[in-house]
């Protein structure tokens, strides 16, 4: 499929994740600050220096969505990086060893799977009083991994079998160098398609802790600005439909680009959609 012949869904998929990471990374630089506060114009209307309104402490909504942006960019990023790496370590190494390796490691990710992802998430988050954004990457990180760990483990016990795998074992080279050069290149594809859709499913886990209270200790989450919508409904919705919006876009975005990545790089599940 090339460029040209790329489907519909694919473009707008790819149109809202590059928006969103060019609001992201230009966005807070042609914004005031997220925290100073006017009280004088409180819940004031979008128009003059606010173009979306000020919110309930009188901070410009648009720095904050802005903000918020960059924050999302930075946790999910970092998030799917390090399970990203950490999954895909674990479930080949499982996968190509296979034996009493392949047994405890997959235990282990039996084990954390058994725990109902945001539930664990939460529990973790809930230690410390404010947490801060290392600590909340560390908490959707800890049983993030898992569902990585599970597609490189299923992809490397087929991939262990083939010839250019067993030749490289018969002239003696070592289990890292198989692994790393042999075995991952060839797991990147059903990954990639993962981390599409992982990256959407954090930018929801943490919006949902910040909308409880629980994520990271800043107003201008999307999480927390969705929370203090809700308060304003009758009043101003835009307060919730602003940051409400700006997670339905990026997530559907997510989704679009992982399903036309899934057929593409899947042959076995492509669909002609």
Same mark, same amino acid.
């Given at each position: 499929?090339?460029?040209?012949?790329?489907?519909?869904?694919?473009?707008?998929?790819?149109?809202?994740?590059?928006? /969103?990471?060019?609001?992201?990374?230009?966005?807070?630089?042609?914004?005031?600050?997220?925290?100073?506060? !006017?009280? $004088?114009?409180?819940?004031?209307?979008?128009?003059?220096?606010?173009?979306?309104?000020? =919110?309930? !402490?009188?901070?410009?909504?648009?720095?904050?969505?802005?903000?918020?942006?960059?924050?999302?960019?930075?946790?999910?990023?970092?998030?799917?990086? #390090?399970?990203?790496?950490?999954?895909?370590? %674990?479930?080949?190494?499982?996968?190509?060893?296979?034996? &009493?390796? $392949?047994?405890?490691?997959?235990?282990?990710? $039996?084990?954390?799977?058994?725990?109902?992802?945001?539930?664990?998430?939460?529990?973790?988050?809930?230690?410390?009083?404010?947490?801060?954004?290392?600590? %909340?990457?560390?908490?959707?990180?800890?049983?993030? &991994?898992?569902?990585?760990?599970?597609?490189?483990?299923?992809?490397?016990?087929?991939?262990?079998?083939?010839?250019?795998?067993?030749? *490289?074992?018969?002239?003696?080279?070592?289990?890292?160098?198989?692994?790393?050069?042999?075995?991952?290149?060839?797991?990147?594809?059903?990954?990639?398609?993962?981390?599409?859709?992982? /990256?959407?499913?954090?930018?929801?886990?943490?919006?949902?802790?910040?909308?409880?209270?629980?994520?990271?200790?800043?107003?201008?989450?999307?999480?927390?600005?969705?929370?203090?919508?809700?308060?304003?409904?009758?009043?101003?919705?835009?307060?919730?439909?602003?940051?409400?919006?700006? #997670? *339905?876009?990026?997530?559907?975005?997510?989704?679009?680009?992982? =399903?036309?990545?899934?057929?593409?790089?899947?042959?076995?599940?492509?669909?002609?959609?």
């Amino acid at each position: 499929m090339t460029l040209g012949q790329a489907r519909p869904a694919t473009v707008v998929g790819a149109t809202f994740l590059l928006a /969103f990471v060019l609001v992201a990374l230009l966005g807070p630089a042609v914004t005031s600050s997220p925290l100073v506060q !006017n009280l $004088d114009l409180v819940l004031a209307p979008p128009g003059g220096a606010h173009w979306l309104g000020t =919110d309930e !402490n009188g901070r410009d909504l648009l720095a904050m969505v802005f903000h918020g942006a960059r924050l999302a960019l930075i946790t999910a990023g970092s998030t799917v990086g #390090i399970c990203f790496v950490v999954g895909t370590l %674990v479930g080949a190494t499982a996968g190509y060893l296979g034996g &009493w390796v $392949d047994e405890t490691l997959m235990r282990l990710v $039996d084990v954390l799977l058994s725990f109902p992802g945001i539930l664990l998430n939460l529990a973790i988050v809930a230690l410390v009083q404010r947490p801060s954004v290392g600590f %909340v990457i560390f908490a959707l990180a800890i049983n993030g &991994w898992v569902g990585y760990a599970r597609v490189a483990r299923g992809q490397a016990l087929a991939v262990r079998e083939r010839e250019y795998v067993q030749a *490289a074992r018969a002239s003696g080279a070592g289990f890292a160098r198989i692994l790393l050069r042999h075995v991952v290149p060839s797991l990147l594809g059903p990954l990639i398609v993962q981390a599409t859709f992982g /990256f959407g499913g954090v930018i929801l886990v943490e919006a949902s802790l910040s909308f409880l209270g629980l994520g990271p200790a800043v107003p201008y989450s999307w999480g927390s600005l969705l929370a203090q919508g809700t308060s304003y409904l009758w009043r101003s919705s835009r307060l919730a439909a602003v940051p409400g919006a700006a #997670i *339905a876009v990026v997530v559907l975005g997510c989704n679009l680009l992982g =399903d036309s990545l899934r057929d593409r790089l899947d042959p076995r599940g492509r669909t002609d959609r």
